[in-house]
């Protein structure tokens, strides 16, 4: 019942921009902190943007100041507008809903990803 669903991925220039999208099913949206997470084959998955359920952002250090998370709980819809983008930085794109409950228990989703690909 819980869905997560990426959208906004594609084939981008050096130098371009790209919005990916992503839409919850199934969960409290508000109370989840949302994440967006990348990986290549063979490389460890990385996370690149955090936002909690209170507004509060984090980055990775190799795309602050170019990557910007926000969030719509109204349409529970999180986003990662990425701008100058590097061929480094083509991989799939997950977006992650994380929260713990009271006496640890964690509750843990994920989208199937979305491709960004950036050329040179």
């Known amino acids: 019942q819980v869905q997560l669903v990426e959208s906004g991925g594609g084939l981008v220039q050096a130098g371009g921009s790209l919005r990916l999208s992503c839409a919850a099913t199934g969960i409290i949206f508000s109370i989840y902190a949302m994440n967006w997470y990348r990986q290549t084959p063979g490389k460890q998955r990385e996370l690149v943007a955090t936002i909690s359920s209170g507004g509060i952002k984090t980055y990775a250090d190799s795309v602050k100041g170019r990557f910007t998370v926000s969030r719509d709980n109204a349409q529970k819809t999180v986003y990662l507008q990425m701008n100058s983008l590097k061929p480094e930085e083509t991989a799939v794109y997950y977006c992650?809903?994380?929260?713990?409950?009271?006496?640890?228990?964690?509750?843990?989703?994920w989208g199937q990803g979305t491709q960004v690909t950036v050329s040179s």
């Open positions: 992650n809903a994380a929260r713990q409950r009271l006496g640890g228990v964690k509750d843990d989703y």
